[in-house]
Nanobody
Framework: QVQLVESGGGLVQAGGSLRLSCAVS????????MAWFRQAPGKEREFVAT????????YYADSVKGRFTISRSVAKNTVYLQMNSLKSEDTAVYYC???????????????????WGQGTQVTVSS
């Protein structure tokens, strides 16, 4: 079992920055895929970024590439999403997710992830 708890959301002006955190508890293995997704009001959940818990290449949605950075601290059992140059279209509930049942391959579909956090709201004012 893996438990995920997000924090760090809030209200920020366009062009600003936020860092989201996802505290991970339970069993973790180096090949787990850890990801961030988001869901805006009236829209489907969309992939944001993913990386392998044990390190390696991260993958990003085109809409956030160059602005967002996913990282993790094994010592703190935490996954981060650093968000810079925020835009109003980044407003959404952000979810942390873990895929504990398959090898890391940069998976981008929500259905591939087994565990989800409760989400944290990010609101970007223009």
């Amino acid at each position: 079992q893996v438990q995920l708890v997000e924090s760090g959301g809030g209200l920020v002006q366009a062009g600003g920055s936020l860092r989201l955190s996802c505290a991970v508890s339970g069993r973790t293995f180096s090949n787990y895929a850890m990801a961030w997704f988001r869901q805006a009001p009236g829209k489907e959940r969309e992939f944001v970024a993913t990386l392998r818990w044990g390190g390696g290449i991260a993958y990003y949605a085109d809409s956030v590439k160059g602005r967002f950075t996913i990282s993790r601290s094994v010592a703190k059992n935490t996954v981060y999403l650093q968000m810079n140059s925020l835009k109003s279209e980044d407003t959404a509930v952000y979810y942390c997710a873990a895929d504990a049942s398959s090898l890391y391959s940069g998976q981008r579909r929500g259905s591939e992830y087994d565990y989800w956090g409760q989400g944290t709201q990010v609101t970007v004012s223009s």
